[in-house]
């Protein structure tokens, strides 16, 4: 087994075993992985295609040679569920709640195993690492996943992989060398390839996105009001603050969008 297979063989044990040591009810499907480069150039692209505060991977862990990547796809029941109503269902706001708990604990368990070889690694939150007034990160995990190849970005910015887009990521960042996975030029979301579909923009509940031409505009304030400024669940595990009704219901949810058009010709 190289590296590679080896962090791969961590991560999907941790996530198969996950709801067997933790009283859970969500359930996930085989996590996509990946490995960007941590001196692609593309990171030194992100500090102008984010915020100059985006950070390099070796502004994080000193001498980065790696980012692990790795993206975990809600079961179909989750994302089911989601479709009718404006509010976001229980079973989604559960997801969102144990997948981000076990996320944080499985960048934990990845930073020990890296660390007690020697190497040095980051243990990175999943997600409520951003500034709460421009609405954006200093270190954006999927912008990592576009770069380590694991998937392209819809016009919803969602990453679609190819188990679709409807999970959640995380990233940790090492100075341990392992193999760069490779990116491919093709785009995944139907809109961006074949100026078909949209099917995201017109789920959403808030109007956070307009199309201009063939350009589509996302406001992360309105997105951000109908998560926040409307009902809240508040349910025994924590705060149902979520919404993610653009990502459900929607070609690429559940798989890569191009496979199905490539399996009939008719296209979806
Ligand atoms: C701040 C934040 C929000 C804000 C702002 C959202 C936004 N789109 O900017 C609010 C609170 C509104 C929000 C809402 C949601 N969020 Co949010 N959020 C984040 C957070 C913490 C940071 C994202 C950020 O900095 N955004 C600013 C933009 C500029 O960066 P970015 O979106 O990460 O990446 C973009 C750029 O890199 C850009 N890009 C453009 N050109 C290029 C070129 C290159 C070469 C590259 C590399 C990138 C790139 O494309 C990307 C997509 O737009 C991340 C976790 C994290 N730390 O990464 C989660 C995260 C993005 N959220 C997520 C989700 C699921 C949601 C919601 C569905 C809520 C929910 N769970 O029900 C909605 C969806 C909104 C939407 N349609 O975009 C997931 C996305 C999963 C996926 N498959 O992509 C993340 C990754 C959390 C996680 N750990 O899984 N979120
Ligand atoms: S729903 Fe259609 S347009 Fe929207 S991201 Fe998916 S493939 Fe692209
Ligand atoms: S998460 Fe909700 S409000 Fe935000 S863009 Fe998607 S559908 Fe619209």
């Known amino acids: ?3 590679n297979e080896l962090v791969k ?3 999907d044990n941790f996530v198969s075993d996950y709801g067997k040591t933790h009283n859970v009810e969500t359930k996930w ?3 996509v992985v990946g490995v960007a480069d941590a001196s692609d150039s593309l990171y030194k692209e992100l500090k102008t295609i984010i915020s100059p505060m985006h950070a390099l991977p070796s502004e994080i862990v000193p001498g980065a040679k790696s980012v692990i990547v790795f993206f975990v796809p809600f079961a179909e029941s989750i994302v089911k569920s989601n479709i009718p109503e404006e509010e976001s269902s229980r079973e989604w706001d559960y997801a969102y709640i144990e997948t981000n708990q076990m996320l944080a604990e499985l960048n934990t368990y990845l930073y020990e195993k890296i660390t007690v070889m020697g190497y040095h690694a980051s243990n990175l939150p999943p997600t ?5 007034e421009k609405l954006i990160s200093d270190w954006s995990h999927r912008s990592s996943a576009y770069i380590a190849g694991i998937g392209k970005f819809g016009i919803n910015n969602m990453l679609i992989t190819e188990r679709g887009c409807c ?3 995380s990233s940790v960042i090492t100075d341990w060398k392992l193999q760069p996975t490779s990116r491919t030029d093709e785009e995944y979301c139907l809109y961006k390839g074949n100026g078909i579909c949209g099917k995201c923009v017109s789920r959403c509940v808030n109007n956070a996105f307009t199309i201009s031409e063939r350009d589509v505009l996302f406001d992360r304030y309105k997105c951000n009001e109908q998560i926040y400024e409307k ?5 025994p595990i924590g705060p149902g603050d979520t919404c993610g009704k653009c990502m ?3 070609p690429c949810s559940f798989t890569n969008p191009r496979f199905l058009i490539k399996k009939s010709s008719k296209g979806i």
């Open 231 to 235: 009902i809240i669940p508040q349910w």
């Open 248 to 250: 459900c219901d929607i």
């Open 29 to 31: 499907k085989e996590p």
């Open 1 to 3: 087994m190289n590296d």
């Open 128 to 132: 409520y690492n951003y500034d709460k």
């Open 167 to 169: 999970g959640r990521l």
């Open 9 to 11: 063989n961590w991560i």
